[in-house]
């Protein structure tokens, strides 16, 4: 075998799951709009409020959950990587959380047609690409396709620091990961033994291999950003990309930034030859009727939690937000909608009329806030041919 330094391809030339008619994401498309489960592997959930409520950070909980969405027949199950110092953020979110790669490529053996994606931080060691590239590959066949990483980079300075080094400036975050990606990458395809110089990052290879390769040219790949170098990056190495409202997390406001926001990133993947999709996650607050479903919403933020609060963070994709920041807390989500069944599954056509591909839910009390979503929405959301 030679031990050559290959020359990096465009991504526009590898193959990707989206690429093979029965790949685990090629089915997932054939459905109109994308249906995701954000898996509350952490305290709290994504929300600071202390009304009593089933959502549990362990193990079974979550599986249970992910478990019933597969029947459900939700696309994807999504989960956070956090590393916060003791306390978290406040006694709701208090920073108890189980790992989203393990937790999740446990997952992967007693679910059947969901695909399971574990947030990964690309930056932080000891993460090397053959790790995650051998990783990668060995999840992929266990789950037969149904895997796939969201690379994060670390927005907040206490994630660097407790590794050992300040902050990487923001931008440099993503020419970091991408160095890192295209190593990865090509271990997933190269035929031959490859060796590999980074400018920036400190990952150098030589002679490295991984077999086997992934069965659908690689797992899905993911980031979530809002920032002009998040968004190239997506362009170049992702099939979705989780966007959030530039603008605010109520529904209607959101529903008017979005359009154009979704339009560029997508306009982005095009002029790198690419088809890249987006997903958004809204805390879903449903009951039977409108004041129903906004006095449980009010009751969750008269609850806030008194100690909530926030670390310093770099992101650009929440700048300009001008929310209610405590009540905001209180309920989470990137966006909230709030309503009745019909209400709900007529919000969920609007955000796809604005150039939405998927939705990635959350809920305040997951167990049976999803039991509801399964028997009163998705009925509805494929009478309004959303869901197949
Ligand atoms: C839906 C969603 C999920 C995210 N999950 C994580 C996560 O698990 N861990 C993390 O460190 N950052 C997470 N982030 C933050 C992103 O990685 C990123 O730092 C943020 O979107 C800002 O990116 P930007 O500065 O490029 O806009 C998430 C963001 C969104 C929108």
Redesign the pocket.
């Known amino acids: 075998m030679s031990d050559t330094v290959v020359a990096l391809r465009p991504q526009a030339t590898a193959a990707i799951p989206e690429d093979f008619p029965d790949s685990p994401y090629a089915q997932a498309l054939r459905q109109p709009m994308l249906l995701g489960l954000f898996v509350p592997i952490q305290a709290g959930g994504w929300s600071a409020s202390t009304l009593p409520r089933t959502t549990d950070w362990t193990f079974d909980y979550n599986s249970a959950l992910v478990k019933r969405a597969d029947e459900l027949g939700f696309d994807l199950a999504f989960g956070?990587?956090?590393w916060l110092p003791k306390g978290g953020y406040g006694e709701v979110m208090n920073g108890m959380a189980i790992d989203?790669f393990m937790s999740l490529a446990a997952m992967t053996a007693i679910t059947k047609r969901i695909i399971l994606v574990a947030?990964t931080?690309v930056l932080y060691g000891p993460w090397h690409p053959l790790h995650f590239a051998k990783y990668g590959a060995t999840l992929d066949h266990i789950s037969k396709g149904r895997w796939g990483f969201?690379i994060?980079?670390?927005?907040r300075a206490v994630e660097h620091e407790m590794f050992g080094w300040p902050r990487i400036e923001?931008d440099k975050r993503y020419d970091m990961a991408a160095e890192f990606l295209d190593a990865v990458q090509h271990l997933w395809r190269e035929e031959d033994n490859f060796s590999y110089e980074p400018k920036l990052s400190p990952w150098r290879m030589k002679g490295a291999f991984v077999t086997p390769k992934p069965l659908y040219g690689r797992p899905l790949l993911i980031n979530?950003?809002?920032?002009d170098?998040?968004i190239r990056f997506a362009s170049k190495y992702s099939d979705l990309v989780?966007i959030?409202s530039p603008t605010t997390s109520e529904i209607e406001g959101a529903l008017e930034a979005l359009p154009a926001h979704a339009a560029r990133v997508k306009s982005e993947g095009r002029a790198q030859g690419r088809t890249v999709r987006t997903i958004i996650?809204p805390m879903i607050v449903c009951r039977e009727t409108e004041k129903e479903a906004w006095d449980y919403h009010d009751a969750i933020a008269a609850h806030g939690d008194p100690t909530a609060h926030f670390l310093d963070s770099?992101?650009?994709?929440w700048r300009g937000r001008g929310d209610r920041q405590a009540e905001s807390r209180a309920v989470g989500g990137?966006i909230r909608i709030v309503g009745s069944p019909e209400q709900i599954a007529d919000y969920i056509l609007r955000l796809k009329k604005a150039g939405i591909d998927g939705v990635?839910l959350s809920f305040f009390d997951f167990a049976p806030d999803l039991e509801f979503f399964g028997a009163r929405v998705l009925p509805l959301l494929k009478q309004a041919g959303l869901r197949n």
């Open positions: 956070l990587s956090q989203s947030t931080h969201n994060v980079t670390g927005h923001h979530a950003t809002g920032s170098a998040g989780f959030t996650n770099d992101a650009h994709a990137n990635q």
